[in-house]
T-cell receptor, first 113, second 111 residues
């Protein structure tokens, strides 16, 4: 089942903060976050694993509530370069570690001066 | 590290024709993935390889789709008898077990 992302779109002014949510109806092993700019490949941001381990960039933070099968991506002090579509990709327990991800429909983030 | 390369970048084909795409992963990556992305959607998993072995294929994937990864290096994705519904961006990604590095994709248009 495809995870549900919210909001679908958000517009920020430089320096503002944003939170993007990802919710799944199935038990998850991991949540992956990617950012895709128009016409470009998705770029890795963060992995959150069951049990609390995280891998990713220092300037981006995220949380993973295993019991609720939810993850949130926190973007603070936004910059123009943060603009793009953010996707969460989820991995169920059955395929743990295989990175067969089911992606949400994305959240389009626009940062304006 | 030159990243994940995909060829061609764009392909326009007539309905019913066969097409083949190529992906060259990052050289030290043992895993290779194919995803498909349509407008307004996230990438959709198609299949993946560990070295030369194809370990998983999406149940949603038609039998018209086949992928190979000879010798565990580059990979090809072939679509036979293309249909208009096959029009999409086909993304290749590679990994050595940490995260996926995506290529820029091959955009297929079936007319």
């Amino acid at each position: 089942q495809q995870p549900v992302q919210s909001p679908q779109a958000v517009i920020l002014r430089e320096g503002e903060d944003a939170v993007i949510n990802c919710s799944s109806s199935k038990a998850l092993y991991s949540v992956h976050w990617y950012r895709q700019k128009h016409g470009e490949a998705p770029v890795f941001l963060m992995i959150l694993l069951k049990g609390g381990e995280q891998k990713g960039h220092d300037k981006i933070s995220a949380s993973f509530n295993e019991k609720k099968q939810q993850s949130s991506l926190y973007l603070t002090a936004s910059q123009l370069s943060y603009s793009g579509t953010y996707f969460c990709g989820t991995e169920g327990a059955s395929g743990a570690g295989s990175y067969q991800l089911t992606f949400g429909k994305g959240t389009k983030l626009s940062v304006i001066p | 590290d030159t990243g994940v390369s995909q060829d061609p970048r764009h392909k326009i084909t007539k309905r019913g024709q066969n097409v083949t795409f190529r992906c060259d992963p990052i050289s030290e990556h043992n895993r290779l993935y194919w995803y498909r992305q349509t407008l307004g959607q996230g990438p959709e998993f198609l299949t993946y390889f560990q070295n030369e072995a194809q370990l998983e294929k999406s149940r949603l994937l038609s039998d018209r789709f086949s992928a190979e990864r000879p010798k565990g290096s580059f990979s090809t994705l072939e679509i036979q008898r293309t249909e208009q519904g096959d029009s999409a961006m086909y993304l290749c990604a590679s990994s050595w077990g940490n995260w996926l590095t995506f290529g820029s994709g091959t955009r297929l248009t079936v007319v």
